[in-house]
């Protein structure tokens, strides 16, 4: 009995146990079940307007000069005096700096003496061709008094009244003054080459004179253009060398930007040339933003592109030559295209329309930059599903998806 009591009363304990905690469980309060409900994600929108607008290409381009002005030394000189400084901009005819005039004096002055000796020595020819030609005449006229000497003394000698000595002596002047006729008509004969020579060595010292006087004119360095001094080489005492480069400076119209054209973009860029459609550029440099004008492509190309050459309309003043500028160029307008903010596109070519209250995906055709009335960047985009009156998420979602359910916010 003792037995059955002792297995029966804990199985009867752990029914009782079983039983209350049925009981409790049964008897807690129910919580209703938790709804789920769908999120909506609140975004800004655009309303789509289709319109012709013309695309823009930015470009990144180096300003240089094809014609770059180096003032040289004439000779070995010193310097005397400096006029300007590196980066001053200077007026044309303006005298930037000077060399010492005592180098370049002599030469100039011997030159000179060369050329009038010669000029003097030409007119003295001249005056001696004439002086030959009329003393040829008078030789001449002695000449034949003395042939007739020979023939009267000869007559007298066979008339038994004159002397063999007579006639020989009379033969003997006839003889010399006919060598003298002889040795003037030489010299007038000679007249023309003796004046060529003169001449030619004339002409040669009128060259040394001129090369003297230009390096005289040259050791006043003048600023042949209004422009911008970008070097200057030597300074007050320096002592120069023949050829030496003394200073460097440029045209301010004669400035150009180099940039590198993608080669998707060439043929339509060489085609608005050949077209005569002028191809400009804006920059945002300075106070006044210079405008560009594409005037030509490079001679060389590579798969790449090709660099374009513009040329300043207006702004050359605020650049410097070697200056990097970031510019845009407007490209042949398209029609029924959008501008977009750049962060409605997704990837390369896909943005979102609001259809009621979800987000529905569309491919575009991304044409390129367009900037507006406020200088706000955007993209030109193109495609037959947007229409006017559409509404564009301008809002970028990382989590962005067709379906998505969305709340257009202001």
């Given at each position: 009995?003792?037995?059955?009591?002792?297995?029966?009363?804990?199985?009867?304990?752990?029914?009782?146990?079983?039983i209350g905690f049925a009981g409790l469980r049964m008897s807690k309060p129910q919580q209703a079940p938790a709804s789920i409900e769908?999120?909506?994600?609140?975004?800004?929108?655009?309303?789509?307007?289709?319109?012709?607008?013309?695309?823009?290409?930015?470009?990144?381009?180096?300003?240089?000069?094809?014609?770059?002005?180096?003032?040289?030394?004439?000779?070995?000189?010193?310097?005397?005096?400096?006029?300007?400084?590196?980066?001053?901009?200077?007026?044309?005819?303006?005298?930037?700096?000077?060399?010492?005039?005592?180098?370049?004096?002599?030469?100039?002055?011997?030159?000179?003496?060369?050329?009038?000796?010669?000029?003097?020595?030409?007119?003295?020819?001249?005056?001696?061709?004439?002086?030959?030609?009329?003393?040829?005449?008078?030789?001449?006229?002695?000449?034949?008094?003395?042939?007739?000497?020979?023939?009267?003394?000869?007559?007298?000698?066979?008339?038994?009244?004159?002397?063999?000595?007579?006639?020989?002596?009379?033969?003997?002047?006839?003889?010399?003054?006919?060598?003298?006729v002889t040795a003037r008509r030489y010299s007038i004969d000679d007249h023309a080459a003796r004046l060529k020579q003169l001449q030619?060595?004339?002409?040669?010292?009128?060259?040394?004179?001129?090369?003297?006087?230009?390096?005289?004119?040259?050791?006043?360095?003048?600023?042949?253009?209004?422009?911008?001094?970008?070097?200057?080489?030597?300074?007050?005492?320096?002592?120069?060398?023949?050829?030496?480069?003394?200073?460097?400076?440029?045209?301010?119209?004669?400035?150009?930007?180099?940039?590198?054209?993608?080669?998707?973009?060439?043929?339509?860029?060489?085609?608005?040339?050949?077209?005569?459609?002028?191809?400009?550029?804006?920059?945002?440099?300075?106070?006044?933003?210079?405008?560009?004008?594409?005037?030509?492509?490079?001679?060389?190309?590579?798969?790449?592109?090709?660099?374009?050459?513009?040329?300043?309309?207006?702004?050359?003043?605020?650049?410097?030559?070697?200056?990097?500028?970031?510019?845009?160029?407007?490209?042949?307008?398209?029609?029924d295209v959008v501008a977009v903010p750049y962060r409605s596109i997704y990837g390369s070519n896909r943005l979102y329309l609001m259809?009621?209250?979800?987000?529905?995906?569309?491919?575009?055709?991304?044409?390129?930059?367009?900037?507006?009335?406020?200088?706000?960047?955007?993209?030109?985009?193109?495609?037959?599903?947007?229409?006017?009156?559409?509404?564009?998420?301008?809002?970028?979602?990382?989590?962005?998806?067709?379906?998505?359910?969305?709340?257009?916010?202001?």
């Amino acid at each position: 009995m003792t037995v059955n009591k002792k297995i029966v009363l804990p199985i009867l304990i752990l029914i009782v146990g079983v039983i209350g905690f049925a009981g409790l469980r049964m008897s807690k309060p129910q919580q209703a079940p938790a709804s789920i409900e769908e999120r909506v994600w609140r975004v800004q929108v655009m309303k789509a307007t289709p319109r012709t607008l013309a695309p823009t290409l930015t470009l990144y381009g180096q300003v240089e000069t094809p014609d770059m002005f180096k003032a040289a030394s004439p000779g070995d000189a010193v310097v005397s005096q400096m006029h300007v400084r590196e980066g001053q901009q200077v007026a044309q005819g303006r005298l930037l700096m000077r060399l010492d005039e005592r180098d370049f004096l002599p030469a100039l002055e011997q030159a000179q003496a060369e050329v009038e000796e010669l000029m003097a020595q030409t007119a003295s020819e001249l005056t001696r061709y004439q002086s030959d030609l009329k003393s040829l005449e008078q030789e001449r006229q002695v000449l034949r008094l003395a042939q007739a000497s020979v023939q009267r003394n000869e007559r007298l000698k066979k008339q038994k009244l004159g002397s063999d000595s007579s006639v020989d002596e009379a033969r003997q002047n006839a003889v010399q003054q006919a060598l003298k006729v002889t040795a003037r008509r030489y010299s007038i004969d000679d007249h023309a080459a003796r004046l060529k020579q003169l001449q030619a060595r004339l002409k040669k010292a009128q060259a040394r004179l001129q090369d003297a006087e230009l390096d005289f004119e040259r050791s006043r360095v003048i600023s042949p253009f209004p422009g911008v001094v970008s070097k200057v080489l030597v300074a007050k005492g320096d002592r120069v060398k023949t050829a030496e480069t003394l200073l460097e400076m440029y045209a301010l119209d004669d400035m150009e930007v180099r940039a590198r054209i993608p080669a998707p973009y060439k043929r339509e860029l060489r085609a608005g040339l050949n077209e005569q459609r002028p191809v400009y550029g804006f920059t945002d440099q300075g106070f006044e933003n210079p405008r560009l004008r594409l005037d030509r492509f490079s001679g060389q190309a590579d798969p790449s592109g090709i660099d374009g050459l513009f040329g300043f309309e207006s702004g050359a003043e605020v650049v410097r030559v070697g200056e990097m500028l970031r510019f845009q160029i407007l490209r042949p307008p398209r029609q029924d295209v959008v501008a977009v903010p750049y962060r409605s596109i997704y990837g390369s070519n896909r943005l979102y329309l609001m259809d009621d209250d979800r987000m529905k995906g569309i491919e575009v055709q991304v044409l390129g930059s367009y900037f507006g009335n406020k200088d706000e960047e955007r993209l030109l985009v193109a495609s037959e599903q947007i229409k006017a009156g559409d509404r564009i998420v301008v809002t970028h979602l990382p989590n962005a998806i067709t379906g998505l359910r969305v709340e257009a916010v202001q």
